[in-house]
């Protein structure tokens, strides 16, 4: 503390700033997908025709029946807190999807509904891990997975996921990256960004392996489950038998299935300890999750006509948005994908075009791909480096359709301009 104090009254800025931020914050990387994304939205302020296939959110509305529901809210006057870890009748409302969608009994004392999945997430680290505990992520992740866990003094341990296997972790990966220091393997399925959904066998088996360790948790991440296509079917490994319900952290929300990633709802669904542990933590970092955000996903699970027509709508055109995108991409010898099953994302292999170069410019990883293709065809991609995944870049086709076909168009275009 005197060390800081002395430094800044000698004035050397740089330094004094540094020592006065904590080694956690400073420990979280910058995201590369911000700055892309950034990027993209000043070309676009400036009237730029960008096409951007940045986007993490369905861009459809809120259905209506939802929003009635926190209009309803607001008119009955439920402007207060509410309990730390959500209204009773939300996580009654949830714990009721969760029977009938998931076949999982949940009390909802089991649940806490907090600040979006991404909050639940990181209450999730932080209720279950000591510092040098390993958390087991396959790649590609989600690119907040192991700065989360690195906030909570745990470390991230990468497991590479091959693509002969469409990115899915397998039993014997698993079995291999255990230690007696892991705490949790994390779970997403479907996944972001791969869109690879796990079978039930292949959920098994990761299953046996975790049951076979004592104090190993899974941390399954749920978010995408409703957005499947080809027939697959997302399944929570929690619902094979109580004992891995037990060991699982069930991670989920409103954010992607009703299109409401601007009212920041999500929840964990564990067993009691662990939602005690989260609950407490919340109680002191946020309180409850906003009262009339809450009141609108309370209408979303209880609606199911129409919850269930709105869900139908969004995933036949993010199916029909796929295929476009797909067809587009297909007979492109440059680029290569692993048909996505699920989510709203295309991971697109760009290894063939590294080492080339665009107007003099080499092209040496997905960010310097990511970047030419921005300033020189005016299309917007994630790079993705950042999701353990460095010869990829991630398409989402959350966007209109003249757009994927315009986009994929304009990407064709740059990959047959490297030389
Ligand atoms: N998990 C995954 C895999 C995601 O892709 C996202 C958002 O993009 C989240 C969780 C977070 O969702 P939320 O908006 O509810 O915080």
């Not at 291999?176 to 869109?195: D, R």
């Not at 002191?284 to 309370?298: D, K, R, V």
């Not at 917007?380 to 168009?409: H, M, N, Q, T, W």
Request: aromatic share 8%; hydrophobic share 40%.
């Amino acid at each position: 503390m005197d060390t800081v104090i002395y430094f800044t009254l000698l004035g050397e800025g740089k330094d004094a700033l540094q020592m006065k931020i904590s080694k956690r914050a400073r420990n979280v990387s910058p995201s590369l997908t911000l700055e892309i994304t950034a990027k993209a939205n000043k070309m676009k302020s400036e009237g730029v025709d960008v096409v951007s296939f940045g986007a993490g959110e369905p861009d459809f509305n809120t259905p209506d029946f939802i929003i009635e529901g926190a209009k309803k809210a607001l008119d009955e006057g439920r402007t207060k807190y509410t309990p730390a870890s959500g209204t009773l009748s939300l996580r009654s409302a949830i714990a009721a999807k969760l029977k009938r969608e998931n076949g999982l009994d949940y009390a909802p004392t089991d649940i806490v509904v907090s600040n979006g999945a991404k909050h639940s997430l990181h209450n999730v680290f932080q209720a279950i891990t000591d510092p040098g505990d390993e958390v087991i992520i396959p790649t590609p992740y989600w690119l907040t997975y192991p700065e989360l866990v690195k906030l909570a003094g745990g470390v991230p341990v990468f497991v590479h996921t091959s693509p002969e296997d469409d990115f899915r972790l397998t039993a014997d990966e698993l079995e291999k990256a255990v230690t007696a220091k892991t705490k949790a393997v994390l779970i997403n399925t479907p996944n972001n960004p791969s869109g690879a959904v796990y079978c039930e066998k292949e959920l098994r088996r990761l299953a046996e392996v975790v049951l076979k360790h004592g104090g190993i948790y899974v941390i399954s991440d749920e978010i995408y489950e409703n957005l499947v296509y080809d027939g697959a079917k997302a399944v929570s490994i929690a619902s094979f038998s109580d004992e891995i319900k037990q060991r699982t952290i069930i991670v989920n929300g409103v954010s992607k299935t009703f299109s409401m990633t601007g009212w920041r709802i999500g929840y964990t669904a564990s067993n009691a300890e662990v939602a005690k542990a989260i609950s407490g933590l919340q109680s002191h970092m946020t309180s409850n999750p906003n009262t009339i955000a809450q009141y609108a996903a309370e209408a979303a699970y209880g609606n199911l006509e129409k919850g269930g027509e709105f869900l139908g709508g969004m995933v036949k055109e993010f199916d029909a948005r796929r295929k476009l995108l797909m067809e587009k991409l297909d007979g492109e010898k440059e680029l290569s994908y692993i048909r996505p099953h699920g989510a709203f994302y295309v991971m697109v292999g760009i290894k063939q075009c590294l080492g080339r170069k665009y107007k003099g410019r080499l092209i040496d990883g997905a960010h310097a791909f990511a970047e030419a293709l921005l300033e020189s065809k005016n299309v917007a991609v994630i790079p993705c480096e950042s999701f353990g995944a460095p010869y990829f870049i991630r398409l989402s086709y959350a966007i209109s359709r003249d757009d994927i076909a315009k986009g994929a168009d304009r990407i064709k275009a740059f990959v047959n301009e490297l030389c």
